[in-house]
């Protein structure tokens, strides 16, 4: 029955009733811009209200609107799936366009790339969910180097990664946007905060945590860190939940990655290319 309602609904008008080319509305407009009001005997009111009058006239009237919903269904109209298929068409249809004729206007904000450099080390992420609302989308994680920080010495070094505690790992992390084939070096510090409601607020603390770990491990005084070892209980853990073999034979340090691969195992060509 809906669909009906909506069908005699969007009908057009002159397919119950016949216009000539000219309607008679533009006629009567003419008509009245050529004669002044009351030329002929009568007020300008009265044509105006007989002018709404015909108009109304042509409209669809309840009587029709009945009529219409009283007609027995033809079968020149299509099921409920058949217009949920044309809506999906019509949205592919206006994102095709949008590709067509929006997207190269993208081209005037392109920037080369720039690779970061010694000034700026920190890697910084973030979660989004294309614009719906999310409690993690205020979580904002730092990422960085031991080696890109402004350490004074190897002391220095060692007593950053006992402040950072199971924050320290010797390797970068999956999800930090290091390569698994640069060099370790000193292993990386990964800061996350949640903790407050906008994500600027979450950013500057981890960033003030980064720096108060700085400023303690370069602060004189404080040998008596030096002989602490390094508590790698965190990355046992987390090695025997991968269940990779990490935890086996000391692999924590000394992974074999592609760079172990013997050369004098590849093809001819390709260890000359090496070499």
């Given amino acids: 029955m809906a669909f009906r309602v909506a069908r005699c609904l969007t009908r057009p008008v002159h397919r119950y009733q016949s216009r000539p080319v000219i309607s008679p509305s533009l006629r009567r407009n003419f008509a009245a811009s050529a004669s002044p009001p009351g030329s002929d005997g009568s007020k300008g009111g009265d044509k105006l209200a007989a002018r709404k009058k015909e108009e109304d006239d042509e409209l669809i009237t309840e009587d029709l609107l009945e009529d219409i919903l009283e007609d027995p269904y033809d079968g020149d109209d299509t099921v409920s799936a058949g217009h949920m298929m044309l809506q999906q068409q019509r949205e592919t249809l206006h994102y095709l366009r949008l590709i067509e004729h929006e997207m190269p206007k993208l081209v005037a904000y392109r920037k080369p790339f720039i690779p970061p450099t010694s000034a700026t080390p920190l890697v910084v992420r973030s979660l989004g969910y294309g614009g719906e609302p999310h409690p993690a ?49 000193n292993g990386y510090i990964k800061i996350s905060c949640e903790n407050f409601p906008r994500p600027e607020m979450n950013l500057s603390w981890a960033s003030d945590t980064l720096d108060r770990l700085i400023q303690e491990a370069n602060r004189p005084g404080k040998n008596r860190l030096d002989d602490v070892p390094l508590d790698l209980r965190h990355i046992f853990s987390r090695a025997r939940k991968a269940k990779k073999g990490e935890h086996l034979r000391g692999r924590i340090y000394s992974r074999p990655t592609i760079h172990d691969f013997p050369k004098e195992w590849l093809p001819p060509t390709a260890a000359s290319d090496s070499n």
């Fill in 137 to 185: 989308t205020n979580k904002r994680v730092v990422v960085v180097a031991v080696d890109d920080l402004p350490l004074k010495d190897e002391a220095a070094i060692h007593r950053i990664k006992l402040l950072a505690g199971p924050r320290w790992a010797p390797r970068p992390p999956s999800d930090g946007g290091f390569s698994n084939l640069d060099n370790w070096g």
